[in-house]
C-alpha cells in the first residue's frame, strides 16, 4: 500500500536536514511567516551567504523542506506496514500519536502547516498528498473491517483526527484532556469495528 512522498529527499545531507530540521521548529513555534532565509541563517548560526550556499533561494529550501517532512512521514507509515495484522484502530492510533514519529510530533506544527499550505503550492501539493494516503489507509482498513461507505468514514475519522490537536494541543484550555480524548475516539472506533486487545489500550 506504500507510496513514496519524499521526492528526493533521502539524498539529503545531515547538514542539509539539520537545517530543515530547524526551519520545522521556527514554523511550529513561530509561525509559517517568520520562516526567512534570515530567520533560518540566524538559528542555524550561520550567515546568510552561507545558508544559501545549501539552498540557494527561499523556494529552493520550500522544495527541500516539503521533500523532507515526506520523508519523515514515509519513514514512519512503513514502519507501520511492517507490523503484521494490523486494524482500522492501529492505523488511527498511528495517526493520532505518531504519524511523523518524534521530528514531527508537535501540537503546533500541523496547523501552521495547513497555514502554510494557502499561499505556498508546494507545501499545499504536499498536504494533499498526505492527506489523500491517509484517507486511502483508512479507507482501505475500514473495508476490512466491513464498511460499506469506507471512504467517507475515512474522511470523518480524518477529520475527527485533525481537529482533536486544535483543542487539546500544547497550551489548549483542554490540554490536560488530550489522552482522553485519544481514547475516547479509538475505544469509539473500536466499539464500531472492533481490533483492540486490552494491551494495545493508550495508557
Known amino acids: 500500500m506504500s507510496r513514496d512522498m519524499s521526492n528526493g529527499a ?6 542539509k536536514k539539520e537545517i530543515l530540521s530547524l526551519a ?3 514554523i511550529a513555534r513561530q509561525g509559517y511567516a517568520s520562516l526567512t532565509m ?3 541563517a540566524k538559528a542555524s548560526g550561520m550567515k546568510l551567504g552561507a545558508l544559501q550556499y545549501h539552498f540557494a533561494t527561499r523556494e529552493a529550501l520550500l522544495t527541500a523542506l516539503t ?8 519513514e514512519s507509515l512503513d514502519a507501520l506496514e511492517r ?10 492510533e498511528w495517526y493520532l500519536q505518531d504519524s511523523g514519529g518524534d521530528q514531527l510530533h508537535s501540537d503546533w506544527l500541523w496547523p501552521q502547516l495547513w497555514a502554510m499550505g494557502r499561499v505556498e503550492p508546494q507545501m499545499r501539493a504536499l498536504l494533499a498528498d ?7 489507509l483508512f479507507e482501505y482498513y475500514l473495508e476490512q473491517a466491513g464498511s460499506t461507505n469506507a471512504r467517507v468514514e475515512a474522511i470523518a ?3 475527527l483526527a485533525e481537529g482533536s490537536t486544535l483543542f487539546v494541543g500544547d497550551g ?9 480524548l485519544t481514547n475516547s475516539i479509538l475505544n469509539a472506533i473500536e466499539a464500531r469495528y472492533g481490533g483492540a486487545n486490552e494491551s494495545d489500550r493508550v495508557a
Open 157 to 159: 475519522i480524518l477529520s
Open 83 to 92: 507490523r503484521r495484522s494490523l486494524s482500522i484502530r492501529d492505523v488511527v
Open 67 to 74: 521533500q523532507y517532512i515526506g520523508q519523515i512521514y514515509q
Open 10 to 15: 533521502a539524498g539529503m545531507s545531515d547538514r
Open 24 to 26: 520545522i521548529e521556527i
Open 172 to 180: 489548549s484550555p483542554w490540554q490536560q484532556d488530550a489522552y482522553a
Open 38 to 40: 534570515r530567520a533560518l
Open 130 to 136: 498526505v492527506s489523500q494516503h491517509v484517507v486511502a
